[in-house]
């Protein structure tokens, strides 16, 4: 049974930082492309970042230079330090895992930034 379970969102203000986890198990995390999507009120869920097995990282181009994904596959867990929030990252974020066309998402995390 695969499971990934987030943590580390909360209320923060503008400018503040979190940092988001992801732990999975039922998978086999080294190899799978992990990622972090977000969806707010009202808007589609959309990509954050992602990182592959191979520890390439891709952002949305909204949050580059304030956001960093990285991975420890010892321990199964995504990680997502978000830096210099703004209202706009309000949203839950979701942990994402994809491979060879087996994909899954966590329940989400609300992340609240106020102005």
């Known amino acids: 049974q695969v499971q990934l379970v987030e943590s580390g969102g909360g209320l923060v203000q503008a400018g503040g930082s979190l940092r988001l986890s992801c732990a999975a198990s039922?998978?086999?995390?080294?190899?799978?492309?992990m990622g972090w999507y977000r969806q707010a009120p009202g808007k589609q869920r959309e990509l954050v970042a992602t990182?592959?097995?191979?520890?390439?990282?891709n952002y949305a181009d909204s949050v580059k230079g304030r956001f960093t994904i990285s991975r420890d596959n010892a321990k199964n867990t995504l990680y997502l330090q978000m830096n210099s929030l703004k209202p706009e990252d309000t949203a839950v974020y979701y942990c994402?895992?994809?491979?060879?066309?087996?994909?899954?998402w966590g329940q989400g995390t609300q992340v609240t930034v106020s102005s």
């Open positions: 994402n895992s994809a491979r060879w066309g087996h994909i899954y």
């Open positions: 039922g998978i086999t995390f080294s190899r799978n492309v």
């Open positions: 990182i592959t097995s191979s520890d390439r990282l």
